[in-house]
């Protein structure tokens, strides 16, 4: 089961209202509250939190788990992305439908990541899972969101709360020690939708990967 708040994306008719204000933008107080209940409500109901969106009943998606993880996959159709852990490469195919279907090549864009941005987003990605991340050095952890209890620290992996969770990309490494550099929480956001954003652009000439999945 995926929960997710609602992302106002500007190039449509929603963002265009909210944009004129003949819409309200979504409440960042209601969408914390509202995620409470349905964690409240789905773990009595039996599911699992495996990630910051998503719960289970003891069966956890291995196709959503193999994105966070940083795992390898290919995007078929419209939108879709594609990622290479191997050599550091994403792709990115056409967005829309006559220009996927006419090009000679789908693919609208590549980039190779740095050592830092994979750094980064090995980080931010697997924060999102309540299993974490191994953090093997202690020395380095992040005491500030641990003492907070935003985050605990056992066995060698630093993992989100609930809490943390909620708060999503604002205890996101903006210039993160993974391993051995300063670490502090990202300025970017507080709202709990942020971390759902997987891999944003790098870059002004990359689209937004609205669709890190395969579409068909």
Same mark, same amino acid.
């Given at each position: &089961?995926?929960?997710?708040?609602?992302?106002?994306?500007?190039?449509?008719? /929603?963002?265009?209202?909210?944009?004129?204000?003949?819409?309200?933008?979504?409440?960042?107080?209601?969408?914390? *509250?509202?995620?409470?209940?349905?964690?409240?409500? &789905?773990?009595?109901?039996?599911?699992?939190?495996?990630?910051? *969106?998503?719960?289970?009943?003891?069966?956890?998606?291995? %196709?959503? &788990?193999?994105?966070?993880?940083?795992?390898?996959?290919?995007?078929?159709?419209?939108?879709?992305?594609?990622?290479?852990?191997?050599?550091?490469?994403?792709?990115?195919? %056409?967005?829309?439908?006559?220009?996927?279907?006419?090009?000679?090549?789908?693919?609208?864009?590549?980039?190779?990541?740095?050592?830092?941005?994979?750094?980064?987003?090995?980080?931010? /990605?697997?924060?999102?899972?309540? !299993?974490?991340?191994?953090?093997?050095?202690?020395?380095?952890?992040? !005491?500030?969101?641990?003492?907070?209890?935003?985050?605990?620290?056992?066995?060698?992996?630093?993992?989100?709360?609930?809490?943390?969770? !909620? &708060?999503?990309? *604002?205890?996101?490494?903006?210039?993160?020690?993974?391993?051995?550099?300063?670490?502090?929480?990202?300025?970017?956001?507080?709202?709990?939708?942020?971390?759902?954003?997987?891999?944003?652009?790098?870059?002004?000439?990359?689209?937004?990967?609205?669709?890190?999945?395969?579409?068909?």
């Amino acid at each position: &089961l995926s929960c997710y708040a609602l992302t106002v994306e500007p190039a449509t008719p /929603l963002g265009r209202a909210v944009a004129t204000g003949s819409a309200p933008a979504p409440d960042d107080d209601v969408a914390a *509250s509202r995620l409470a209940v349905a964690v409240e409500r &789905l773990g009595a109901a039996g599911f699992e939190r495996y990630e910051v *969106s998503n719960w289970s009943r003891g069966r956890p998606c291995l %196709h959503n &788990l193999r994105y966070w993880g940083g795992g390898a996959y290919v995007g078929c159709g419209t939108g879709a992305h594609s990622y290479d852990p191997a050599a550091g490469a994403r792709s990115w195919n %056409h967005r829309h439908p006559r220009t996927y279907v006419e090009s000679n090549d789908p693919v609208a864009g590549r980039e190779l990541l740095t050592e830092e941005q994979i750094l980064d987003e090995t980080v931010m /990605l697997g924060l999102r899972r309540r !299993a974490g991340i191994a953090w093997p050095d202690a020395s380095t952890v992040p !005491a500030a969101i641990v003492d907070s209890g935003l985050a605990t620290y056992a066995r060698g992996r630093l993992a989100l709360t609930d809490e943390g969770m !909620a &708060l999503g990309a *604002s205890v996101e490494p903006g210039r993160g020690t993974y391993p051995g550099r300063p670490w502090r929480p990202s300025p970017s956001s507080t709202t709990p939708t942020a971390a759902s954003r997987a891999g944003r652009a790098r870059s002004s000439t990359r689209p937004a990967p609205t669709s890190t999945r395969c579409n068909t």
